[in-house]
């Protein structure tokens, strides 16, 4: 009976029995566990319920329309069906909202997402190491809290890994995946039991040795910090983190059963190890050298050895892992798009490699162009490298790979092409043979036409008579906004342009691409150059406080007040028909509405004359402080 006995002084308030009860940290974690998932389980139920519910309500509604003859028809002429689906679409919620921003915090895209991962993985080494200091004392035994200085230490980790949890939660897309995945699961078996051992004044070492599986995210933590950026140091540090976290829980899961006893044998048969003794015993083992000097007592210990005997031989052999890393790619990337409500998205595909991808990333999620709410969804038939891997998850909160081909229609089906804002086709730009590479991205236009005709598609073609295959396409519409942007033509019509305006290539390329301002001190060529490469062009809605002013007027108004430079508009005529007008006379007044093209240096200085406002900033000179005004209304 001596095993049932935990160590009891008068200084802890403990049960002067000394009981074990190692039952109440487990059943905590349990409950926690079992319990969350009970209620995801069940609100997709309801919510499954509810939309079968409603399903049914709209197929009533549409069948007594069709009974009412044409009389509803006439209605409905003056009041579109789709009005409210389309404002719905359009309104973001604040719960999107907050799980944008969790999503944010607990990404390495910002300043912030960095550090919160990098403090994270550093406070659980710190509550590992805690583990370490706390093997060397028995299993289970009296503690004061306000006495134990390492268990307030764990108590303050764990209350930050519990927000830490909740930001996750939030972010996650599957509630219910992220309920079952390996973090979630360390963090249920470790996090309770803290708190239980607080309100018992009693320790239990426990499940505490789980925290080492967070080593594996080593090699992520490394990739979120641009410091592992080629394929060979990231597979180096991914297999030594996974054998390193490996052998650590395996070794504390011996040590808790070896310590503790079999619960048939009424804990009589345990022994007394230290953690390292137990990590030795590991090492030869998974070594299948086996010195027999530490060996396993309890019969728990000696079922566990035996299954990860076959784990270690597994993790030294190289053949196995790559087959499983084979399968496990092929599964890790073959799921489905999940659209968020008012968040659009795009689907990139063609010629994926991390060149390509990385200079239109560089380009679309430039900080130049403010906040951008778009998806990038990219879909290719061959999985990433370990490189394009580690790309797409720094900017994983707005980048989903997906692996397939788009003359699948499954595969289509797969990232919502039809709901897509637009597809974009990349081109090998150095490929051996450029009419077989516009045939591919043709067939790709052909197929994504097929599955959803109203697809805005916008693709590259490496030679320009090959565009006129396009226009064989029935469902291939110009005025719809899809183009094809012909590399050779528009290399072509620079070298033109520059006989006729020398000069005219290297101002469009400056301005149409992206790069940030780089300060200079010197008064030198070079500064004022840099100055003028470091603005791109914009496009915004002109406030309506310009509204009947000419197009001369509101130039000069908005290049000495607001700093920006207008060079064109879109103009509606009588008959509502868009054109742009580049430097158009005074016979043109702005009308409500209008878009205005701009020359600036990002999109947050654009905004000026979307919020520009006579009443409010007439008497304001920092064009910095032209924000949005309390008067402001935006019709």
């Known amino acids: 009976m001596d095993a049932l006995i935990i160590p009891v002084t008068m200084e802890v308030p403990c049960d002067s029995r000394g009981q074990r009860m190692w039952w109440a940290f487990l059943a905590s974690s349990m409950v926690t566990f079992f319990g969350g998932l009970f209620i995801i389980l069940l609100w997709r139920t309801l919510k499954y319920l509810w939309t ?105 980790f764990n209350v930050f890994f519990l927000l830490y949890f909740g930001l996750r939660f939030i972010a996650a897309n599957d509630k219910l995946w992220f309920w079952l995945e390996v973090n979630s699961v360390v963090d249920f078996f470790t996090v309770p039991p803290v708190f239980v051992s607080v309100y018992l004044n009693r320790s239990w070492l426990g499940l505490r040795f789980l925290r080492a599986l967070r080593l594996i995210q080593f090699s992520e933590i490394l990739q979120f910090l641009n410091i592992l950026k080629t394929s060979n140091s990231i597979k180096l540090v991914n297999l030594c983190s996974i054998f390193i976290s490996t052998w650590l829980t395996a070794a504390g899961f011996i040590h808790l059963v070896e310590n503790s006893g079999d619960p048939w044998e009424n804990f009589q048969n345990n022994q007394p190890l230290t953690y390292w003794e137990c990590v030795y015993l590991l090492m030869v083992t998974m070594s299948t050298v086996g010195y027999g000097d530490v060996y396993a007592k309890t019969t728990l210990g000696r ?201 005219l290539s290297t101002m469009l390329a400056n301005l149409f691409s992206m790069r940030s301002f780089i300060k200079i001190e010197e008064d030198t060529w070079q500064k004022y150059y840099l100055e003028g490469v470091a603005n791109e062009m914009y496009t915004e809605y002109l406030s309506s406080a310009f509204v009947g002013l000419s197009f001369p007027a509101v130039c000069e108004l908005v290049f000495a007040k607001l700093k920006l430079l207008m060079i064109a508009i879109e103009y509606k005529s009588e008959k509502r028909e868009s054109s742009i007008l580049i430097n158009p006379g005074n016979h043109v007044k702005i009308q409500e509405g209008t878009l205005g093209f701009f020359i600036a240096s990002d999109a947050k200085e654009v905004k000026r004359a979307f919020f520009y406002c006579k009443a409010c900033h007439d008497d304001i000179t920092d064009p910095k402080r032209i924000k949005k005004c309390g008067c402001k209304r935006r019709k």
């Open 52 to 156: 079968v519910c409603c399903h049914c309500g709209v197929k009533n509604k549409e069948a007594q329309k069709i009974n009412g003859g044409g009389d509803t028809q006439a209605d409905g002429a003056c009041k579109p069906t789709d009005e409210k689906e389309e404002n719905v679409a359009a309104e973001v919620g604040w719960m999107t909202s907050v799980k944008d921003w969790a999503g944010v915090m607990i990404s390495a895209q910002t300043l912030t997402g960095r550090v919160l991962v990098v403090l994270v993985f550093a406070l659980s080494i710190g509550a590992l190491v805690i583990y370490f200091i706390d093997s060397s004392n028995p299993i289970e035994s009296c503690q004061n809290f306000y006495k134990d200085f390492t268990l307030q230490i764990d108590m303050a």
């Open 303 to 503: 079922l566990f050895m035996v299954f990860f005997i076959l784990g270690g031989l597994a993790m030294f052999a190289r053949y196995v892992p790559e087959i499983a890393a084979l399968i496990l790619n092929r599964k890790k990337y073959g799921g489905t798009f999940n659209s968020t409500r008012g968040r659009k998205h795009i689907v990139v595909c063609g010629h994926i490699t991390l060149e390509s991808v990385s200079n239109f990333l560089k380009d679309f999620l430039h900080k130049d162009r403010d906040d951008v709410n778009v998806e990038i969804v990219f879909l290719h038939n061959i999985s990433p490298n370990l490189e394009l891997e580690a790309l797409f998850k720094r900017h994983f909160t707005q980048v989903e790979f997906y692996q397939g081909s788009v003359l699948n229609p499954h595969d289509l089906a797969r990232v919502k092409i039809e709901s897509a804002d637009a597809c974009l086709i990349l081109a090998n730009k150095y490929c051996a043979d450029p009419d077989a590479e516009d045939a591919s991205n043709i067939m790709r236009v052909i197929s994504i036409k097929n599955y959803h005709p109203k697809i805005r598609i916008i693709t590259q073609m490496l030679q320009y008579h090959n565009k006129a295959h396009l226009l064989n396409i029935p469902s291939w519409n110009w005025k719809e906004g899809d183009d094809a942007i012909c590399l050779a033509e528009l290399k072509l019509g620079f070298i033109a342009q520059s006989c006729l305006a020398p000069g």
